[in-house]
């Protein structure tokens, strides 16, 4: 990618870019290069023989779900495991993740190669990127203060009762288990596509019975999306 970058139809500097983002967070790195790592993914990262966002990337997940897990613990006194390991789940995937990563202009700052599509999983794992960088400028306890700062409104809009809908595959387990009857089994397919689009097809099994089928971009969108067919269709035998 090349130094100066266009963003709304003007032509900036990379700097000015990384410093666009860096108000949006309400941080300014001591280190803009740890910033500018984050910031950097593979396909730019390699060809160039400099480091990706891909290390950071993984500090930044680890570190986020064990904030996330601590702030639920104490915002929820009374939620059982189940729950908190849910609401967990809805806070950190990659939709939520995405949609915050655009709203502090990373979709825009991301270095990516000619012809690669800054898609809702890179937005993700810039974020997680971005998220490592601050744990090493801020340490742990002032990381986990920024990161209630920024999930506050999703966990506001949170509800308990909604939880079951945000994570079908759970949902349906927990279904099984009250029913007496055996665990769902995901089965694939059929994988269809090119390896850079693969595009991935599950049946999901209760009580021996095909009871949903779902297609998605990984195996894990496509188990969800079948457990989700499967709950509907269950659902609907029970009220019938």
Same mark, same amino acid.
């Given at each position: 990618?090349? /130094?100066? +970058?266009?963003?709304?139809?003007?032509?900036?500097? /990379?700097?000015?870019?990384?410093? $666009?983002?860096?108000?949006?967070?309400? =941080? @300014?790195? %001591?280190?803009?290069?740890?910033?500018?790592?984050? #910031?950097?993914?593979?396909?730019?990262?390699?060809?160039?023989?400099?480091?990706?966002?891909? $290390?950071?990337?993984? #500090? *930044?997940?680890?570190?986020?779900?064990?904030?996330?897990?601590?702030?639920? &613990? &104490?915002?929820?006194? %009374?939620?059982?495991?189940?729950?908190?390991?849910?609401? $967990?789940?809805?806070?950190?995937?990659?939709?939520?993740?995405?949609?915050? !990563?655009?709203?502090?202009?990373?979709?825009?700052?991301?270095?990516?190669?000619?012809?690669?599509?800054?898609?809702?999983?890179?937005?993700?794992?810039?974020?997680?990127?971005?998220?490592?960088?601050? +744990?090493?400028?801020?340490? =742990?306890?002032? &990381?986990?203060? &920024?990161? $209630?700062?920024?999930?506050?409104?999703?966990?506001?809009?949170?509800?308990?009762?909604? #939880?079951?809908?945000?994570?079908?595959?759970?949902?349906?387990?927990?279904?099984?288990?009250?029913?007496?009857?055996?665990?769902?089994? =995901?089965?694939?397919?059929?994988?269809?596509?090119?390896?850079?689009?693969?595009?991935?097809? =599950?049946?999901?099994?209760? *009580?021996?019975?095909?009871? *949903? /089928?779902?297609?998605?971009?990984?195996?894990?969108? !496509?188990?969800?999306?079948?457990? @989700?067919?499967? #709950?509907?269709?269950?659902?609907?035998?029970?009220?019938?």
């Amino acid at each position: 990618m090349a /130094r100066n +970058v266009k963003q709304e139809g003007e032509t900036v500097s /990379r700097e000015e870019v990384l410093q $666009r983002v860096e108000e949006k967070l309400g =941080y @300014r790195f %001591r280190r803009p290069e740890l910033l500018a790592e984050a #910031l950097r993914h593979r396909s730019v990262a390699v060809p160039k023989g400099l480091a990706s966002n891909e $290390r950071l990337e993984f #500090l *930044g997940d680890a570190a986020l779900s064990h904030a996330v897990a601590e702030l639920l &613990f &104490f915002a929820w006194p %009374r939620a059982r495991e189940g729950e908190l390991t849910r609401a $967990r789940a809805a806070l950190v995937k990659g939709e939520t993740l995405a949609a915050l !990563a655009s709203e502090l202009g990373l979709a825009e700052a991301l270095e990516v190669a000619e012809g690669v599509e800054p898609g809702e999983a890179l937005l993700a794992d810039a974020l997680e990127a971005v998220l490592g960088a601050l +744990v090493l400028e801020l340490g =742990y306890r002032r &990381f986990a203060a &920024f990161v $209630r700062r920024l999930l506050s409104p999703a966990l506001a809009g949170l509800s308990r009762s909604e #939880l079951l809908s945000l994570e079908p595959k759970s949902a349906l387990q927990e279904l099984c288990q009250r029913k007496g009857w055996e665990l769902p089994l =995901y089965r694939q397919v059929e994988v269809r596509g090119p390896e850079h689009q693969r595009l991935y097809v =599950y049946e999901v099994e209760v *009580g021996g019975e095909v009871r *949903g /089928r779902g297609e998605g971009s990984s195996k894990k969108l !496509a188990q969800r999306e079948a457990a @989700r067919v499967a #709950l509907q269709s269950l659902s609907g035998e029970g009220s019938g």
